[in-house]
């Protein structure tokens, strides 16, 4: 399933005129995840720059009700938003089955949001969870995360004379979500919209918890142009290091091929938290993050059944 | 300034029998509707309580002594007696976290939890008042660690008091059933729009057998219909919840906040008649005894109270005027009755079944300090920290603490401003 151009929602239900970046990536994502809607929804926000910059009392973005609790309880919320619709369903009110999605960045999920969402995996609520992952905790001033990259300089994984930034390996996040057995779970990628807002209904679809991990990313913290943000996003894919997958009912499908990768330098020379990467002394790192990206291609293509 | 019901119990000279099967009542033109009396522990009460009022939705979370209101409630929910939505959390704070989300979508919502638990919804206890999400709450009040205690003592709401909840104390099982029902219907008015913790002591209560008297189903019903809420997360009128609210806006809904908590006394006191109308049984803001001409008296909450009262009676037939003020409700404070509670009394000590750390006082000998400086009163009170980690207060100790403050009464003379009761020294 794919959707086409005229079955996603004509409808703007993420408005524009809010104080996201220019070449946002994370706000990217969620204009397209509303475009895979399917009917009437509702939206628990986790605190992050979305939350922060798209609801500045007075104003809103949303179109559609939206709720920001707290940090670490947006798959918490959620469940409670899901539960009280059900429960007022068996009393007739309301009258029609309500979408619950919830909205984490990579802090909000791959670390202070962990517990939160793997509760709500596990007892099978009926939700999409989407992590929009720009790879650290932006909107307090770029910290290292459990979703950011090996290598990458933050302002707490700092590129210092001896240490090369963050010193380890990007936290498997949709490896944790598939261990709970969910009928659906996807990577995806602004880059790619028609691959990103089909598995967001697909998700939506789904009967039970559903978790993309959509890669968003951020011109500020990656220290890119604000006009490459989709290019980046495509180069991930292009490069093999942010593999597009999706697991449903148990099988991996890959869904985006590469045939000739590019090469990762392609990718990580555009953004200035790898620069230093580039240096004679950190050669090494640069080998452990083509390694890495090898390992993890080659790993998911053989859970695809793919050879390479 | 209106004062609100301040209930006065008297002290016969002997112990009544057990309850009645028909509570009676001194009200005129009333008639209270017949009752089932039952032997349930405070949880086991609560739990009735939660079924009674057609919760939408319960999220449980385990922890002694709380377990087993949420125990009992999944009994009920697996044989098919309730249609509620039974979700049980991966923690107290997701079980939180949860309650918010389905108070949103206009369900009617019931928590629990006690001690660390409590502890660690604290964050999400200021969204839950700040977003006016009327939750209920049961809290069986419990030590906090370390070192690990999983017995009675106060520091866990003690600890929450500012989260801008209202906050209830019940003496036994049969107020815990009580203030439950009550709660939901104070928590749901649309003047307060505010959630409400009903308060009761770990084990003393939680697990303690009395005879409660219930009412029937329908009776719950008449008295708490379904909640009306004055918005939801409707995806036909959509509203965002939760906003970033900058210097401009945030101090303005704080103080909105304030008002509707400090306001709630009048919708608590108005319940409450309302309560008492259908069960007979009077509730209000606080409870005094022998405060018409007691010389000292002992301000207290929760299951003391029953134990300062029986030592009263003693102390009473042995002609001593002591009296007792008994708070039900502690946030927000009744400023305006306790002070019309004091009447004539020359000391009182203030029961903190919870230590404040480094602060000069307990936080209730706090409140009640703060409240008298600003009347320009200057009755002697002091404190009397308690209990803590489950140790038990005893009648004869209640009992030098009514003699202590007797003795401040005659001398004027505070020698121990914060007295330790109860503890090896």
Known sequence: MVLSLKEL???????????????????????????????????????????VSTTVFPYTAWRVPWVHSLFENAAATATGMEAGFKALTKKGLPNKHIDVIALGGDGGTFDIGL?????????????????????????????????TPLGAATTTSPAGKKIPGKQEYKKDLLGICIAHNIKYAATASIGFPNDYITKVR?????????????????????????????????????????????????????????????????????????????????????????????????????LCGESS | MVLHTVKKVYYPSKVPPFAPQVVPYQGEGVTVRRQEVVGYNGDEAVALAVKQSKVDVVAAYPITPQTIIVERFS??????????????????????????????????????????????????????????????????????SAPLNIHNDRSDMMGSRDCGWIQIYAENSQEAYDWTIQAFKIAENTTVQLPVTVNFDGFVISHAMETINTLADEDVTGFLPSRKPIFTIDPEHP??????????????????????????????????????ALSGREYGILETCGMEDAEAAI?????????????????????????????????????????????????????????????????????????????????KIFDVIYGLGGRDIRPAEIEGIFNEALSVAQTGIVKESVKYVGVRE
């Open chain 1, 9 to 51: 929602s004509s409808e703007e239900l993420y408005a524009p005129g809010h104080r996201l970046c220019a070449g946002c990536g994370p706000s990217i994502s969620a204009r397209m995840a509303l475009k895979g809607s399917r009917g009437p929804l509702v939206v628990s926000n986790a605190t992050g720059c979305i939350e």
């Open chain 1, 115 to 147: 517990q939160a969402l793997s509760g709500a995996l596990e007892r099978g609520q009926d939700f999409v969870y989407i992590c929009y992952d720009n790879e650290a905790y932006m909107n307090t001033g770029i910290q290292r995360s459990g979703g």
């Open chain 1, 202 to 302: 697909k998700g939506i679809e789904v009967e039970g918890p559903a978790m993309i991990h959509v890669l968003a990313p951020c011109p500020l913290g990656w220290r890119s142009e604000p006009s490459n943000t989709i290019k980046l996003a495509k180069l991930a894919v292009q490069t093999t290091i942010f593999p597009l997958y999706e697991v449903e009912n148990g099988k991996y499908k890959l869904t985006m091929k590469i045939k000739n990768p590019i090469p990762v330098e392609e990718y990580l020379k555009l953004q200035g938290r790898f620069s230093h990467l580039f240096r004679p002394e950190f050669k090494n790192v640069l080998e452990a993050i083509r390694q890495g990206a090898k390992e993890r291609w080659e790993r998911i293509l053989g």
């Open chain 2, 75 to 144: 009994e009920y929910v697996a044989d098919g007696e309730v249609d509620t939505e039974f979700v049980c959390l991966e923690s107290e704070h997701s079980a939180a976290s949860a309650s918010i989300g389905a108070s949103l979508t206009g369900a009617r919502v019931f928590t629990a939890t006690a001690s660390q638990g409590l502890a660690l919804m604290h964050e999400v206890l200021y969204t839950a008042s700040g977003l006016r999400c009327p939750i209920v709450m049961a809290v069986a009040n419990r030590a906090l």
């Open chain 2, 239 to 276: 509203v965002t919840v939760g906003s970033l609210f900058l210097q401009e806006y945030y101090f303005e809904i704080k103080r909105q906040q304030e008002e509707a908590l400090q306001k709630s006394a009048e919708v608590v006191d108005q319940v409450a008649k309302e309560y008492c």
């Open chain 2, 299 to 379: 301000l207290c909450m929760g299951s003391t109270a029953g134990t300062a009262r029986s030592v009263m009676r003693k102390m009473r037939a042995e002609g001593k005027k002591v009296g007792l003020i008994k708070l039900w409700l502690y946030r927000p404070f009744p400023v305006e009755e306790i002070i019309s509670a004091l009447g004539n009394v020359k000391a009182l000590a203030i029961m903190d079944m919870a230590l404040s750390f480094g602060a000069p006082v307990g936080a209730l000998c706090s409140d009640i300090a703060t409240i008298l400086q600003l009347r320009g009163n200057n009755l």
